[in-house]
Each structure stands twice: as C-alpha cells, then as structure tokens.
C-alpha cells in the first residue's frame, strides 16, 4: 500500500512485523502502535528503496542479510533513553546497603571479585554510575577484582557505551563533583575516566539468552531498570528467572522503581531497602 508516494502500513503488515518483533526479541509493540512502528520504519525502508512494509517483511524473513536487518530493525524500535544517576534513591541503596552486605559475605567466603550486569544498558550511563558508586564506597581496595557488564540487544548503543563519551541530557541527574572526578573533557563533551571505564565491558546481546554473554560463574547484583516495560508478563517472567540462573541464592535483582515481580514470578522476594524495592533470589 502507498499514499503520497509513501508505504502504508495495513494492518496485516503491522500484525506480520509485530509478531516477528515478538519472536525474535521478545519486545511488545501493543495494538494501536501501526503509527509509530511505521514511522521509525520508514526511513529503513527508504534506504532499502522498498515500496511496501510487505516487502520489508519479506527482506527482514528472507534476505540474506537477515541478521544484520534484525539489529537494524530492533534499534530503530527500541526506547534507549538513560542517563547517569538516574533514580538516584535506588542508587544510593545499592551503595549504602547492597554494596556493604555483598562485602561482608564475600570476605568471609574470602572471594575478591564482585560481578555485575548492567541488563539493557543502553549507551552505558547506568554501567558507568554503578562503577562510579563502587569505587566511591571504598568497600572495595586496589586487590579487589570488580567487573560491570553491560549487555544491550542495539548494537548502536554498544558501540557508544564503549566509546564512553557523553554531552547534554545524559548529565542531567550527574551531582557535579562526579563530572569533576570521573570524566575529563574532550572534543565531543566529557569522556568517562580510564579508572572508571577499565571496571567495565559491553555487549551486545538479547536479554532472553545471556548464555554466553554472562559467565556460568554468574553475577552477585543485577540491574534491569526501565527496560521489563516493553514485554509482555510472559517474557518478564522467562527474563527475570533466566536471570535467577546466574545469580547466587542472595543474589539482588533491581528493576525500575516502577516495575515489579509480583504475581509474575515467586523466584524473588521483595525486600525493602531505605527508597526501593529490591528482589532477592529465593534459596
Ligand atoms: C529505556 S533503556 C533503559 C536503560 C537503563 N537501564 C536505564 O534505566 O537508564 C531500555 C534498553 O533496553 C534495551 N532492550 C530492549 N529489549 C532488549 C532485549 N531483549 N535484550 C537486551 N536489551 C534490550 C533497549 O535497547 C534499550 O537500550
């Protein structure tokens, strides 16, 4: 279909693409969405010099540059909005509480190497902030081994979390003496430090299957914030318990301070940290 010389999206295309968003990335668009599904997908189909979202369709089943059209397609789709210190309440309780009970048992299992995962990181501001917040809690000396993961399905904003330079609204919730201490300026706004960037990696991955990304060894702390918003309960419910696989029995799972487990899963407790709700994995 085509009105001004423009593709239309019908229905059926919109259910079609829908569905294989669904399947491949486990990511809702809802009903009534035909207009922004379209309009993010227009331009890709411009590039592509394709007439109809039927003849995407097609290109995205069956081309042979089906991979690299799924990380195109899923990238033109996804909310990547972040920012460092963002809610910053729940921040302060992984630094003031989380960070000193993971010590505490980890001295005394005499390991020296905390593990996060930064999941749905977007372009590395949440990463970068929990980096920050350890090394700043002095919980951890020099002999500690900390690694932040972060793990996005959009390889674009992999690439500019790994790059680790940022400007304008990604400060927005940044107290100043962070930018003081951990960035230096540079062409394109501020860089984030070397002792800070050296803590973390990224990579890009769908959150339905971390095998591979997450090490058997696991991780002691999850972050998962604004992300569980764009699935379906279902899909929360397969996310949330494969990440119950890599952490340990008081492993912590933060979400968003607007997303909750309940009735989607009883592999978590809710636990009340000063601000925020933290789900703990049930032994
Ligand atoms: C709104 S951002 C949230 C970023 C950060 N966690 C925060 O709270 O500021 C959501 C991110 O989740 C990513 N995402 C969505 N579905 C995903 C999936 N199936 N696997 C991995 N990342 C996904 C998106 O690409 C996007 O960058």
């Known amino acids: 279909m085509e009105m001004d010389g423009k593709a239309v999206m019908s229905l059926e295309d919109f259910r079609l693409i829908k569905e294989f968003v669904a399947e491949n990335f486990g990511l809702l668009v809802e009903n009534g969405k ?3 599904l379209s309009s993010r997908l227009l331009s890709r189909l411009e590039e592509l010099r394709l007439s109809s979202f039927a003849e995407y369709y097609a ?3 069956f081309a042979p540059g089906g991979t690299e059209e799924r990380l195109q397609l899923v990238s033109r789709i996804t909310n990547n909005e972040t920012y460092f210190f963002r809610e910053e309440i729940q921040l302060r309780a992984f630094a003031e509480v989380a960070l000193p009970a993971l010590k505490e048992r980890k001295v005394k299992n005499g390991e020296r190497e905390i593990r996060i995962l930064s999941a749905g ?3 590395g501001e949440e990463a970068y902030t929990l980096a920050m917040l350890v090394l700043e ?3 951890f000396a020099w002999d500690w081994d900390v690694k932040i993961t972060g793990v996005d ?3 674009k904003v992999i690439e500019r ?3 680790g330079t940022y400007s304008g609204r990604a400060f927005q919730s940044l107290p100043a003496l962070y930018l003081d201490r951990f960035f230096r300026k540079c062409e394109s706004g501020f860089r984030v430090k070397d002792s800070i960037r050296s803590m973390c990696s990224f ?3 769908n959150l339905l299957d971390l095998d591979g990304i997450v090490s058997e060894a696991g991780v002691d702390i999850i972050f998962c914030r604004n992300v569980l918003i764009y699935f379906d309960d ?4 397969r996310i949330v318990e494969n990440f119950a696989r890599f952490l340990p029995d008081d492993g912590l799972l933060f979400l968003g301070h607007s997303e909750s487990l309940s009735r989607i899963t009883s592999r978590y407790i809710p636990i009340r940290f000063p601000g925020a709700i933290v789900y703990r994995v049930r032994g």
């Open 161 to 163: 979390a790994k790059d």
């Open 137 to 139: 809690s002095g919980c």
């Open 121 to 123: 990181c977007s372009s």
């Open 34 to 36: 035909e207009g922004y």
């Open 153 to 155: 399905i959009d390889p």
């Open 234 to 237: 279902g899909t929360v419910k």
């Open 203 to 205: 990579a890009q991955g």
């Open 59 to 61: 290109y995205l089943k």
